[in-house]
């Protein structure tokens, strides 16, 4: 499986982006997939993920912000971002896990910088 990450860069606070991240395999309910991302200096996060084809999950700080979301088709995941924030800036990573309890499979990473 394989993943790309697209939509990164830089935007003032307050701003939007959509990251994409097309995969290499059609995505089924089974999967699990979503975005993490990584400040300098700090661990990588959980930012939001899809379950079971429809139930999705957000980090606090992100909650009413930013939408996880995939195409009908079912070969890419989005995530929707909305009023940035400078504590946004980090790069963000998709990924896929064929089932819940399955390897992770990564996307190589887009910057998002989010200027005050």
């Known amino acids: 499986v394989q993943l790309q990450a697209s939509g990164g860069g830089l935007v003032q606070a307050g701003g939007s982006l959509r990251l994409s991240c097309e995969t290499s395999r059609r995505i089924t309910a089974v999967n699990v997939l979503g975005w993490y991302r990584q400040a300098p200096g700090k661990q990588r996060e959980l930012v939001a993920s899809i379950l079971r084809g429809t139930v999705t999950n957000y980090v606090d700080s992100v909650k009413g912000r930013f939408t996880i979301s995939r195409n009908n088709a079912k070969t890419t995941i989005y995530l929707q971002m909305n009023s940035l924030k400078p504590e946004d800036t980090a790069v963000y990573y998709c990924?896929?896990?064929?089932?819940?309890?399955?390897?992770?499979?990564w996307g190589q990473g887009t910057q998002v910088t989010v200027s005050s």
């Open positions: 990924y896929l896990k064929l089932h819940p309890r399955g390897d992770y499979y």
